[in-house]
Each structure stands twice: as structure tokens, then as C-alpha cells.
């Protein structure tokens, strides 16, 4: 086996240390080790005991280019690298696929196999990249470890949703190969830069609580499409821009955040669990089981009504009158959550996209809603920009408390985001 070699065009080649953990995710550990080589950096892989019943040390050895380790008391081993000097070794640590049961050691420091003591002995930065059936990461039992294991500084890449090998269908998917090296990536460029809470800005480091950590954020986002037909819905202008941007803003101030998605056509962001849905009820679902949270904030341009019945069959012309559809109010997912009386979230922020009298329109909806925070923005059409600010890369926003009003200048989609963010932080903080 050829050992690893230093690419051409690069002095200093990083190193990633990938520990494999024994889920049904893991085969696709070798289509990620063989990304991370292309792009020129090197991977030394470290199974599980389980993460040989998934794929084999030949196969994970002949993509790393490298010995494959298993046994924590393995004499040859150790006489070519002590298993100390393995962990750290790597500029980055990689738990793929991390299962419920490695994060759970993980989150109590448990050290029984190689991959556990390697990640309880390493001073490096850790990306955990979960895979798991639906109601194992849904548990709270799982749920309590990734928050402790966020406080304690390690990233999560996913999961992602969709179909499982289990044939479920939710949140537990492992990431997808490109959104984990692209993690890895960002993660190893060592230039996150994070909100303070006086507004401020910090390099993360490698040490230190961010103003989120511990931290639980949910963000809706995009628009909601409402069916007609099995080929029409009503549907709107928003790109999902602005909300995926403040989820990501959240996610690199330490927050462990659940951003619930209408469709769009935006990838999904680093460091979040995203869960993509159509209609506003699914929305409204998939925020409850999110719950609870520290912060919610409602991004989403959910579509404020509903057709009364959807067609089986694609509605032909010259059956059925269209201006007849009728249409039923949809649930208000932000005066939902803003008027719980069981864990209601210590924040609760909402969007007021308007055509006139901005301000006005957006006190009024602070008071019905009952939320804490509206920011507020005019989404006017003009001849050159049809939807306005919708889909475009600035917005210029005024946010709008119990105190009074504060405008901000125009500002790109992501500082708005980031400067959002440190905004709840500080608000948190008091
Ligand atoms: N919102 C929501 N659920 C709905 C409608 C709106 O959660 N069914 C949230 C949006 O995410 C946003 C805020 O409520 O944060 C305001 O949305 P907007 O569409 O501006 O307000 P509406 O409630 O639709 O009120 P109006 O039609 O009077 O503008």
C-alpha cells in the first residue's frame, strides 16, 4: 500500500483524522475520504469494532492510501504510532458516520475502544457528521448529548433528511460527502468569525464559549408551497435567503440550530439540521418537533392560506370554474409559538414583509403576534426589481421591539444575519 504523499502544489498538506463509526452510513465514508484526497489533503482512518460489519479495512486503507487502525492494544501499532500521538497528529478530527452510540460516549468521555480514546485525548477540533434513525436523533437522550457535546466545541455537519435505509423518512441522514468536505473546508481555514454580544466581532479560536453555545435556534425559512393539483400550488416570491442566512450566522455563534425550509433553491447550510418541507402545515409539524428552543425565529414567508380541497387529477380547462378554488386560513406558526404557555422560547422573532406603511404594519404585528422582536422590512415591487428585495443579496430592515424602533443601513443578507445574531445573544445575556 502507497503511503500517503504530499501533493505537488501544496508545502504543508492538512491532515485529517477520520473516525469511522458503525452505522449503515459508513460506506459512504470512502466516496468522502477520496474528496478529501483530490482536494490534496491527507486522511488516516480509525474504525469501530461495528464499522467493520459496514465496510472493511481494505476497502477504507486503498481511498486513504494509508494503514487503517482498529485496536487500542495493538503492540505494532503502537510501535509505529502511539495512539496519543495518532490523535494528535490530524489538524482535524471527522466522526462519520458519528452514531448515536459514539456520541453518546463521546458526550460522557468514554474511552473503551481506539476512537473513543483518540477523541477524548485530542487537542484538535472536532466535526461530528451524525447518522441515525429518525427517532434516535429525535430521543432526548440524543439530544441532550449533542448539546453538551456542542458546549464543548465540537461541530455537527447534519444530519441531513430524507429517506433512511431503515425506510423511514425524517431527519438521521448522514451529510452528504461535498457538505462534509465542504465543512471540513471551512473548519480547517481556521476564519469562522463570530458575534460578541456588545455587536462586535472575534475570531473563534480554539477556545472559548461562542455567544450561542448551548444554545438551541430554530429558523423557518423560504416560502411554503400550497398544493391545487398534483402540478399546481400557490406559491411566493421568497428565496429563503435572509433565514438561511441568520441559521448559519446562528450555527457560527455556537447555537445548535434546526432550520425548517420551504422549497428553494439554496444549499443547505453548514453546520445546521435542516428539514425541508412544502406546505405550511409541514412546517408547522416539523417546528413542533423541533421544540423546544431558546430562540425562534419565523423567516419564512408562509403562505397565508391553503386551497380547501387539493385535486386528485391535474384540473383540465373547461372543467370546473378556477375562480371557484376555495381557500381555507392556514396555522400561524409564529403566534403559535410566541403564545405557548408550556416552554415558550425566550425569544421569539418575527419577519414582516410589507408593501406600505412598513412601521405601522409591523407594531401592529408585534402586538398580535406577541412575539418580542419584528424586523421589518419593505418588499415593494418596482418596475426593475419585480418582488422587491426578494431574492436579492441586500435588505434593509427596521427592527422593532416594546421600545421602540431601530433602522439599520442596507446591508448584505449575511451581515444583517450576523448582526441579528449577536443582537439575540446579547438580548439572551441579560
Ligand atoms: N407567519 C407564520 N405563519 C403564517 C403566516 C406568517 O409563522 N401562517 C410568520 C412569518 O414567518 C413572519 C410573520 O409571521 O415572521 C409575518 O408574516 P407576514 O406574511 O408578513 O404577516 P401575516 O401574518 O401574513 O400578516 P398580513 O397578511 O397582515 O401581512
Known amino acids: 500500500m502507497q503511503p500517503n504523499s504530499l501533493q505537488p502544489n501544496s508545502l504543508q498538506p492538512k491532515r485529517i483524522l477520520l473516525i469511522v463509526g458503525g452505522g449503515i452510513a459508513a460506506y459512504k465514508v470512502l466516496d468522502l475520504c477520496r474528496l478529501i484526497r483530490r482536494k490534496g489533503l491527507l486522511v488516516r482512518a480509525v474504525m469501530t469494532k461495528t464499522a467493520g460489519e459496514f465496510v472493511t479495512p481494505l476497502s477504507l486503507g486503498s481511498v486513504t492510501g494509508d494503514k487503517v487502525y482498529g485496536e487500542l492494544f495493538s503492540l505494532t501499532d503502537e510501535a509505529e504510532m502511539g495512539h496519543i500521538e495518532l490523535s494528535r497528529d490530524a489538524d482535524l478530527v471527522v466522526v462519520a458516520p458519528a452514531t448515536a452510540n459514539l456520541l453518546a460516549k463521546m458526550a460522557h468521555g468514554l474511552a473503551d475502544d481506539l476512537a473513543t480514546t483518540l477523541l477524548l485525548a485530542t487537542d484538535k477540533k472536532v466535526l461530528a457528521a451524525p447518522a441515525m434513525n429518525l427517532r434516535m436523533w429525535a430521543h ?4 441532550r448529548n449533542v448539546e453538551r457535546l456542542t458546549a464543548d466545541g465540537v461541530t455537527f455537519i447534519g444530519p441531513a433528511s430524507g429517506s433512511m435505509a431503515c425506510g423511514e423518512f425524517g431527519v438521521g441522514r448522514l451529510a ?4 462534509i468536505l465542504a465543512a471540513i473546508e471551512t473548519m480547517l481555514s481556521g476564519d469562522t468569525l ?13 477556545s472559548g464559549r461562542r455567544p450561542l453555545s448551548g444554545r438551541h435556534v430554530i429558523v423557518t425559512s423560504g416560502p411554503t408551497h400550497e398544493p391545487i393539483d398534483p402540478v399546481r400550488y400557490i406559491a411566493n416570491r421568497s428565496s429563503g435567503k435572509q ?3 441568520i441559521a448559519a450566522a446562528a450555527a457560527a455563534a455556537g447555537a445548535r440550530v434546526t432550520l425548517v425550509s420551504g422549497p428553494v433553491a439554496l444549499p443547505d447550510p453548514f453546520g445546521v439540521t435542516t428539514v425541508h418541507v412544502e406546505t405550511a402545515r409541514e412546517m408547522q409539524d416539523a417546528v413542533d418537533r423541533a421544540m423546544p428552543c431558546d430562540i425562534f425565529i419565523g423567516a419564512a414567508a408562509v403562505a397565508d392560506w391553503r386551497t380547501g380541497d387539493v385535486a386528485g387529477q391535474k384540473l383540465k380547462k373547461g372543467h370546473g370554474n378556477p375562480s371557484e378554488l376555495t381557500l381555507v386560513e392556514n396555522p400561524d406558526i409564529l403566534a ?15 419577519f414582516a414583509a410589507e408593501t406600505t406603511d412598513v412601521l405601522a404594519h409591523a407594531k401592529a404585528k408585534l402586538a398580535r403576534k406577541g412575539c418580542d422582536l419584528i424586523v421589518a422590512n419593505d418588499v415593494s415591487t418596482s418596475g426593475e426589481t419585480p418582488g ?12 422593532i421591539d416594546r421600545d421602540g424602533i431601530e433602522s439599520w443601513p442596507t446591508m448584505g443578507k449575511e451581515a444583517i444575519a450576523e448582526r441579528l445574531v449577536a443582537r439575540l445573544a446579547a438580548m439572551l445575556a441579560k
Open 140 to 143: 432526548p437522550a440524543t439530544r
Open 336 to 350: 403559535g409559538v410566541a403564545r405557548r404557555t408550556v416552554a415558550r422560547p425566550r425569544l421569539v422573532v418575527g
Open 176 to 179: 452528504e460527502p461535498p457538505a
Open 243 to 245: 433565514g438561511h442566512a
Open 388 to 399: 422587491g428585495v426578494m431574492g436579492q443579496a441586500t435588505n434593509t430592515v427596521h427592527l
Open 194 to 206: 463570530i458575534p460578541l454580544p456588545d455587536g462586535a466581532w472575534a475570531d473563534a479560536g480554539d
